[in-house]
């Protein structure tokens, strides 16, 4: 069964850094594309970040390029979100989520999401 | 950017009911759309890709549609448990743009 599990998530000030993690288990993860999505409350979805199966190209949302860095561990199967100089705007829950191949198209698996709080 | 549209918003329907929801892209994307389901509390679901293919698992009361610029996810006879949000996503080329969502209410 495929499993994506976030952890990272908190209440943290504006301007400083948070870094998310995504457990990913029940398949090969170095076989897959994955990515974040966030959800702001009561708004629809957003795509932030894309990896692709080795790492060796990632993909931005505008806003969160220069800020934001996404990344993998194919040895431990976890994916990582490396947010600095976070804004009030960043506030959301933060979803993990497995494309269907190797590289990017279609969300085929989500995990669970963090809530991150960008709040003084 | 490609810019993804639905409509409407929101739609009240009843049990049994069949139920047309639209999602416009501001470019031509070809059959690149994806369909998704999020019921309140929970994550998103998959429920179509490649504009018309059902993912595994979702009842074939769920049908999708369209080419180019124009799609649809028609629900047949709409279940209680249909009651969600639902997002189109443009799946090819960054960014995978998601639609404002379609708020399905039961009456």
């Known amino acids: 069964e495929v499993q994506l599990v976030e952890s990272g998530g908190g209440l943290v000030q504006p301007g400083r850094s948070l870094k998310l993690s995504c457990a990913a288990s029940?398949?090969?993860?170095?076989?897959?594309?994955m990515a974040w999505v966030r959800q702001a409350p009561k708004k629809g979805l957003e795509w932030v970040a894309t990896?692709?199966?080795?790492?060796?190209?990632?993909y931005y949302r505008d806003s969160v390029k220069g800020r934001f860095t996404i990344s993998r561990d194919n040895a431990k199967s976890t994916l990582y979100l490396q947010m600095d100089s976070l804004r009030s705007e960043d506030t959301a829950t933060y979803y993990c989520?497995?494309?269907?191949?190797?590289?990017?198209?279609?969300?085929?698996?989500w995990g669970q999401g963090t809530l991150v709080t960008v709040s003084s | 950017n490609i810019v993804m549209t639905q409509s409407p918003k929101s739609m009240s329907i009843s049990v049994g009911d069949r139920v047309t929801m639209n999602c416009k892209a501001s470019q031509n994307v070809g059959n690149n759309i994806a369909w998704y389901q999020q019921k309140p509390g929970q994550s998103p679901k998959l429920l179509i890709y490649y504009a018309s293919n059902r993912y595994t698992g979702v009842p074939d009361r769920f049908t999708g549609g369209g080419y180019g610029t124009d799609f649809t996810l028609t629900i047949n006879s709409v279940q209680a448990e249909d009651a969600a949000f639902y997002y189109c996503q443009r799946i090819y080329n960054s960014p995978w743009t998601f639609g404002g969502g379609t708020k399905l209410e039961l009456k």
């Open positions: 989520a497995r494309h269907h191949s190797s590289y990017p198209n279609w969300f085929a698996y």
């Open positions: 990896i692709i199966y080795d790492g060796s190209s990632t």
């Open positions: 029940g398949f090969t993860f170095s076989d897959y594309a």
